[in-house]
């Protein structure tokens, strides 16, 4: 579960990036959060990630306190989140299996739970025929199916997706929110940051628009209803 | 640690010098670069310190033995010298031989014909195990029974001690401003290596990896880095001395400048050599991997 209670982060350059953020993410969830750039979606991703600590209130995901957690506890909280990226965010010199088997090696899992797992979760985002290639020999859609196979592995309670067809032609962009439902009904929380209006429409979820800091509309009537200037 | 987890890091590590080849051996480049400068400085030192050693060796100082000391007492003097501490070795030149020896120093001798051995006087020829305590020691023979004159030259030993605090002074210091530019030198490499993989570092910390698994293999890099360039240094330093101490002082006119054997300095060279590869390696490493680990 994620909860923001009036949440204020600046930043030294006296950017008020949120300002008196409520918002309350329950466990299965799906939900889209939309908003223009500078609007401080990212501030919230980050906020969720531990990247950074709240300059107010509280920030609580998945029972960890992220404002006042010890830096040295902060990667038990990051192995109960995926993160999936824009730019996908893979290490080119790994290969597809490397990239996802390493989210697990970080863990302490064991060389045959990783010869286990990590061919299952490329199955589920249909790249077992491609675990032997570099990152730079796949097209977008796949390697963000690797990011999403990468955020996936461990089993997260949450998955967070930052702009994820952003870098998408839009077949591939539908597959890939496909993907993020599909887990979504497997139990898996999921947190979509994106600003593109037809795909959030198409889906009918819940849908968090943020502005100048502020969350401005929070419908369950899965409309992108706000507009931006 | 569990075995497949330090398996891991060895496997990451080693992997990591190849995939950025490029960075691994710049790195190795500039260590053993700086290794050699040190190291090349270090042996000069060395061999000025030696050759200050024997010349020290050899200055000596002369006691004569008095005309009225008996021949029981004159015998008597090398135990009651050699017992003066710093004194480390006593010869004696009986006056006969002295004559001869002074003889031999002119090419015509006829112009001292009429003068025979008795002008000259028995004497010790003291050596000193250390030359900064020449006088304490000439004031101590001045002492001793039946010494009737003690010739000691003071400022060529004042000289020589002046001349090695100088050389060890400032070989020491040089060695300690190289080593800290060296380490500067060695600690950039490794942070523009580091500044490459900054991405890499951040997906590790995303994917909830602890700054322990992440340093790990970065140490184990740097620490192959690091020995595999003292090593490497440590066998061109050897080839570099040897062809300067064998063909270039002989060819240059200088051979009469005698060189330690690289053999008699290659052990401790080479521990010095492979701790400030480790040092520089595994220091390095950590110190450039330190800001990209505080997310």
């Given at each position: 579960m994620v909860q923001l209670t009036e949440v204020f982060k600046s930043y030294d350059n006296d950017t008020k990036a949120l300002r008196g953020v409520n918002l309350k993410i329950d466990d299965g969830e799906f939900v889209f959060l939309v908003g223009p750039s500078g609007s401080g979606k990212t501030t919230v991703i980050k906020l969720i990630t531990g990247e950074i600590a709240p300059t107010d209130g509280t920030v609580m995901v998945n029972g960890y306190n992220v404002g006042t957690m010890k830096m040295s506890k902060m990667p038990y909280l990051r192995r109960t989140i995926g993160v999936i990226f824009q730019d996908f965010r893979l290490i080119e010199d790994k290969s597809v299996f490397e990239n996802v088997a390493f989210a697990m090696r970080v863990t302490g899992a064991s060389n045959a739970e990783i010869r286990r797992r990590v061919p299952y979760v490329l199955e589920l985002v249909g790249l077992d025929n491609r675990t032997k290639r570099r990152p730079s020999e796949l097209s977008g859609g796949e390697q963000q199916r690797v990011a999403m196979a990468r955020a996936l592995v461990n089993n997260p309670s949450l998955i967070i997706a930052d702009e994820p067809t952003g870098n998408l032609d839009p077949a591939r962009s539908l597959e890939i929110m496909m993907l993020l439902e599909k887990i979504n009904e497997l139990g898996t929380t999921v947190l979509v940051v994106t600003h593109e209006k037809e795909l959030v429409n198409r889906f009918s979820k819940r849908v968090v628009a943020i502005d100048a800091g502020r969350i401005i509309s929070d419908g369950m009537d899965g409309y992108y209803t706000y507009e931006t200037k | 640690m569990r075995r497949n987890r330090i398996g891991y890091f060895i496997k990451e590590g080693v992997e990591s010098i190849f995939t950025h080849g490029l960075m691994s051996f710049a790195s190795v480049c500039v260590i053993v670069a700086c290794l050699i400068i040190m190291g090349s400085f270090s042996l000069v030192a060395l061999n000025i310190d030696s050759i200050i050693d024997t010349l020290e060796s050899e200055n000596q100082m002369v006691a004569f033995v008095s005309e009225y000391a008996s021949a029981e007492r004159t015998a008597a003097i090398s135990a009651d010298l050699k017992a003066i501490p710093h004194v480390s070795r006593v010869v004696f030149v009986s006056r006969e031989e002295a004559w001869e020896s002074f003889l031999k120093t002119y090419d015509n001798t006829n112009m001292f014909d009429g003068l025979d051995a008795s002008t000259l006087q028995d004497r010790y020829v003291i050596y000193l195990d250390d030359i900064s305590q020449m006088e304490q020691v000439r004031d101590a023979v001045r002492n001793?029974?039946?010494?009737a004159k003690v010739n000691a030259h003071l400022q060529i030993g004042a000289g020589f001690v002046k001349l090695q605090r100088v050389v060890t002074f400032v070989s020491i210091s040089l060695v300690a401003i190289l080593l800290v530019i060296s380490m500067f030198i060695m600690s950039n490499t490794i942070k523009i290596a580091t500044f490459e993989r900054r991405e890499e570092i951040a997906i590790m910390k995303m994917v909830g990896a602890t700054s322990n698994f992440i340093r790990w293999p970065f140490v184990i890099e740097g620490l192959l880095i690091g020995l595999f360039a003292s090593l490497l240094a440590f066998v061109m330093q050897w080839g570099i001395y040897t062809l300067i101490s064998n063909n270039f002082l002989t060819n240059t006119g200088l051979s009469f400048i005698v060189t330690l054997p690289f053999s008699a300095l290659a052990v401790p060279i080479l521990i010095v050599f492979i701790a400030i590869g480790f040092l520089v390696g595994v220091v390095g490493s950590l110190a450039a991997i330190k800001n990209y680990l505080k997310v």
């Open positions: - | 001793v029974s039946g010494i």
